[in-house]
Nanobody, 122 residues
């Protein structure tokens, strides 16, 4: 089982930037898709971005957010620029259940971090 720990959340004004980090331990995740999801109060968890080598983004964040990874360090990052109040949510890091596959549904990601809060003020 993979353990994931997110960091880097916080309070930022609209238009600002944050960089989230996710550290994986327990297994090398280099061949697994890693993803970021978010969940706002009263809403379902939604896909934000994912990658193995190619990157995939939700339309709502495309052009503003960048996912990257450092396989040597077992880390994944989410650089968030031009933040909007509607980006406010708890952000979760996740690892896909199977190697070399990718998806956008939370159901195919079996390992999750505890989440980090991102709050964007207007």
């Amino acid at each position: 089982q993979v353990q994931l720990v997110e960091s880097g959340g916080g309070l930022v004004q609209a238009g600002g930037s944050l960089r989230l980090s996710c550290a994986a331990s327990g297994r090398n995740v280099g061949s697994y898709a890693m993803a970021w999801f978010r969940q706002a109060p009263g809403k379902e968890r939604e896909f934000v971005a994912a990658m193995i080598t190619m990157t995939f983004y939700a339309e709502s964040v495309k052009g503003r957010f960048t996912i990257s990874r450092d396989n040597a360090k077992n880390m994944v990052y989410l650089q968030m620029n031009s933040l909007k109040p509607e980006d406010t949510a708890i952000y979760y890091c996740a690892v896909h259940n199977k190697p070399l596959l990718i998806g956008r549904s939370p159901s195919v990601f079996g390992s999750w971090g505890q989440g980090t809060q991102v709050t964007v003020s207007s």
